[in-house]
């Protein structure tokens, strides 16, 4: 695992697919935060980098982990539009939130540039402060990729300073009443 200790670049994102509010990594703090950037026409993006992602997506609770797609083309653009992007996205039942990259000034799109990633597929993992952590091109053995999901999970928030471990554990409110946990998958929200 690359330890990069600096604060994850913000999502540059035309349009997103599969949520009602979209996230941002601001408001995904406390969480880890895993982005599998990808193309549609990308044959290692298909056959291993989204099914994967999905796993993650269906076996850790989304009070811990949050998986995001980031559809990043850079090449074939006019094969890969939004639209068809909407249609792949139901034919292989992708149901994480997916993000469009906005079109950069070069041949990137304005994600892919602000993280450095060389191609698709790319997997980012984000920890509970912000920081990106991890970042890997190309194919992800899945026991590496379960050890380091779980390291980031294991991250004390007690670590944490006081005021960012408080607001990572905002997502529950506890009062005279009891105990109410948002922002749980069940619950539909991101």
């Not at 913000?10 to 969480?31: F, H, I, M, S, Y």
């Not at 949050?66 to 090449?75: A, D, R």
Request: proline share 8%; aromatic share 6%.
């Amino acid at each position: 695992m690359s330890v990069h200790l600096r604060p994850a670049p913000p999502l540059e994102v035309a349009q997103w697919l599969n949520v009602t509010e979209p996230p941002t990594l601001d408001r995904l703090r406390g969480k880890v935060v895993m982005i599998e950037a990808f193309q549609m026409l990308c044959p290692g993006c298909v056959s291993h980098g989204l099914p994967q992602a999905a796993q993650v997506w269906k076996t850790f609770s989304g009070d811990d982990v949050q998986v995001i797609g980031l559809h990043s083309v850079f090449e074939h653009h006019d094969a890969q539009p939004p639209h068809a992007l909407e249609a792949f996205l139901h034919e292989y039942r992708i149901g994480f939130p997916v993000a469009v990259d906005a079109a950069g000034d070069g041949p990137l799109p304005r994600t892919m540039a602000a993280y450095g990633m060389q191609g698709t597929p790319t997997l980012v993992l984000i920890d509970r402060l912000g920081r990106n952590r991890s970042q890997h091109f190309g194919r992800v053995p899945d026991l590496v990729l379960g050890a380091e999901i779980m390291a980031l999970i294991a991250e004390s928030q007690d670590q944490m300073p006081p005021a960012e471990a408080a607001e990572a554990r905002s997502g529950t409110e506890c009062g005279d009443a009891g105990c109410s946990v948002s922002g749980s998958k069940a619950a539909g929200t991101v």
